[in-house]
């Protein structure tokens, strides 16, 4: 009995490791970005029922796991607020260090608004640097504006 | 007499409203991106001695003021753990909901490591669409790999 | 000198309580919902050229407080995350009882994605009960969905 | 044997998600709104003996999970103090954004005292809108006057 | 120029330590409880104008903070979520061992509901005691039902 | 094999609601009052062997069970700090906005010291009110003095 | 014009270091026990009349100052739940390490109850020791029962 | 298979309970303190093979059980930053009342440096006393000097 | 069916334990040095497949555990943000103490930037000293200069 | 007048920056480490006289600043609990992810104890390299033992 879709998250894990799959090789078999594949296996976003029986064939999964990979999740990847993986803790340093200045330039250009994490893509590729490679990541959220009413 | 950073920028934001000062001409008058630029204005960065007197110049500020911007600052420019203005929040939920994400897709490229947030550039563009303009963001972080010894 | 938008808000709430002044009035002297208005004058919204002059007659302010009116504010209106003020700690109440509830419901009838709270409206008003009159609140959002990629 | 109502909730979880049942049917079945079943459903209100019997049976629960239907129980549906899910974040930023001001227009037009949480009702539903369909959501609770003694 | 009540309560207290005044006094004064007045000296509770001009005068205060006495506070007298003073600890240990029997006891009493901290009165007296007298607190809320709808 | 109070607790809860057991007949069953009773069911306080004799048999426990039930327990029965449940934070709520006053009132009464949480009672009954009975508590609490030495 | 007893605190301090003054000497002055003296001056207890006017013309303290000494202080002298300093870092580790020691050792001597920490007195003194000088303190505090009622 | 010593902590506990051991006994049978035993069977310190053997015949462990007794542990024994049972709250406010007055008198009398929470014993008896029977705790630690270099 | 690092964490800990082996022993099987092979097996290093092999055989794991230790771990080994092991407490200590010296003299020597979390090694070493053994430890991590752009 | 160790830290602070002091001559001039001179300069070691009175000379000080400097200070130099700014965060990543390491091989080559935070003293010197020169910190800590009793 699943209650949660964390439960299918550690299941999809669990078998990753065990069997040496890779999230370009989800990927692929779904047609999606590598991106949003990836997120939506870790229990992030939300599969149809074609992409769920695909995830759960490449992964061995449960017809019910299957059906709670079509349920909207709970989201939120991070244990605890400030994260402590330190990976992604450089991405939160980010947000601490540049944090201000990203909004001063986005309502320098765009006016009072935000730009949106729903509306959003993401595009992640490594950059050959003879000083040492580089991960690049492209970031294209919509700017949705405040309006007086 | 001051005796932190954080008045010096203090200065500066009023000094920019009062002025009606854009921090893309500040850019301009340092030769060096809006990026980098808005973020030392901000307190996060160093200024050399050319350019703060370019910036003392721009904003109006004392020797005192600009001997204060070329002194390494106490980084970081969020009041609390979890921000709570909208723009900047959402950044924090894109860490929060893609960490994870992030996190399995540069070690699955580049195995275990980071990507620096210290060598490290930001580009933030508009980029027009029919269906409501984006905010394009590029981030180029060099990857620093743990090495076993 | 002013170097942020909260010492304005401060100027405006202790004109207010001087001079008596309504909400309502000051809504109806800029010709916008009083909800938008007072969230404006509370330091959650931008307000352009023509209302912050209107504002700043209102409440008797300075040109350099009426420049600060129309640069976008770092928003939030809490202390603390958790807010100890009994009227606004019911609406946070709201949020931790219903928020799962509404959450499976927007889901339901909209499948994977947000109401928007920037595309967003809302109207509070007095409704006669026998009973004891009551709040009527009207909230209003856009959907988001998310897509994948 | 289950030693508190959040077991059931998981029942309830995991049923629905296996046997593919909505919310609005749930409602419909014990002939109350989608808002208020949903959140006794997901633990935050306490039904009546003949309204958990049906609830028992929509599931498939035993005897004892329909006893636990009928405790009150320890109420909250967020696991952390700043939630963490974007649907649900967008409604807690709303009243960090407009707590204030929801706090001075209720004042303004009502004195001193809260809007009830407990003699409340909630009604969301679906207003299309060429833009992009809305979700609306209609508050209503009581006004409760503090009272000097 | 003031800014917001703490302030005023600030002056109160002041006034109070340096002319020596007593709760109970200003109790009499405006003629309601001693738990009320003090409660609203201290910046909990708003003033009618009758009862702010007995209160700015007793205290001594500017027409300015008078204002200010009317205006509805925002409210909670406690400087951190766990209380570290002593003698309001206790209070808080108080709700923390019997938090879950008083609900117990409510609803076995009265269903799914609350007890009003709104519509609510609280009686403090000194019960003499042959072996060290006693803090007797009488407090009285109104039962509120959650109803189903 | 029991290793913690809190197990019994759950064993007691569990066999409360399976059996329809209420409070009041367990208070009855041991002779002494709902209040103290509930409490220490909940795990707050320590029976004696007879007392852990009656309850036992009153919610059918093991051996190991009623042993448990006379050692002293790891105190405390919130979650959280800040309390979610609604009943619940209508008494944190009471100690944050009444906190200061309590405290001014015990010390213009008393002088420095604190009221009681150990050498304490507590009462709670149901007030008739034909404008909606209310929730009567009587707190009794030795006052504790400082002394100098 | 004082509105706390924290900026007494804070002339004490500042006279203290300006002219030298012992701890011991001051508890000397008003013939009380250094512990408790020091307390007293750090705003953790209340004196009286008479001690106050001493530690007045010790510190050299206007009337107000003297006023406000003898008001009950709102307590506790730590800035942060868990404190930074080394020194009182190294009681709260004895809390934390050997707090579950401490509490089993109070029940099996005495039963279900309390150390006082308000009927309690503290004894600090130098212990010469050839591997280096001890501290020693000795702490007493009254057993407090819990009640059944 | 055990992983860390809190399960053997919870062992002994079960035990202790199930066959009514008193900690004084498990003290007398290894021939230490029951300060230091208690605290090293409540998993804060460890045995050396001897004495683990003597408790695990006490409280009838097996030898992988044994084997984790003599494995240095994770220290510390409360659940939260400020702890919530009444008993070692009442240490922790201790702390915190008197926190820096214990710094000022240790400073006072030898300088800058601690008192070793290591180089430390504690003696806990009770005191007869006509009043009310009293708690003596007696601490005793090293001082430890910074030095500079 | 392994779903996550930490439970191959606990396998370690509990066989080393178990068979009484050493960390220097399974650096020396590794050929690696203490430190980073102590961190590795303590789940905040990746294994490559030859040193995972070695590692399963020293501590009898699983095929499916051997591959979990080539997976890059989420690292952070601290429980609570603030650690309570007097042991680890110590360091926290030190970067709290010591934290703005470091960055001060870093600053001064390299100009701004950082001293590398991940191009860094650790060596520690016993001390001998006649006043008692020293613990040594040499740090070393890259300096990483911030680039203007 | 001054009345606290901070407020003398800020005159250190701006005094620097006014006059362009390093630390190493600030070391030089008292003939200490240039590690432990900072400390002591930013508020966590305490200055003999003769040391005070140069670094007045050199800050430029007051006599009551002086003063101050020969005061132990309240020690910790962190604003918040995890450190926001990169270069300190670095270190307490460390701890973070070597936190578990150092504990278990100072216990495998010591026993059960702490390296001293106390007596202790750091060596920070630049490493020249090839590949980018390194910041090389040396950290000496008697190890003291837990003693049973």
Known sequence: ????????????LSAKVAKGIKWTDVAAAIGLSKEWTTAA?????????????????????????????QVTPSKGSLPTAV?????????????????????????EEFGDGIMSA???????????????????VVLSGKFLPYKSY
């Not at 992030?44 to 059906?67: C, H, P, R, Y």
């Not at 402590?84 to 601490?96: C, K």
């Not at 729903?118 to 690049?136: A, T």
């Open 1 to 12: 009995m699943i209650s949660n879709r964390d439960e299918v998250t550690r299941m999809i």
């Open 41 to 69: 296996c870790l229990g992030q976003m939300t599969f149809n029922k074609a992409q769920a029986e695909i995830i759960g064939e490449v992964f061995g999964l449960s017809d019910e796991a299957m059906a709670w990979l």
């Open 83 to 107: 994260p402590t993986d330190p990976l992604i803790y450089r991405w939160y340093e980010l947000v601490n260090v540049y944090g201000s200045t990203i909004k001063e330039l986005i309502h």
């Open 118 to 136: 729903i509306d959003f893509s993401m595009d992640l590729q490594r950059q050959p640097d003879p000083n040492g490679d580089r991960v690049n």
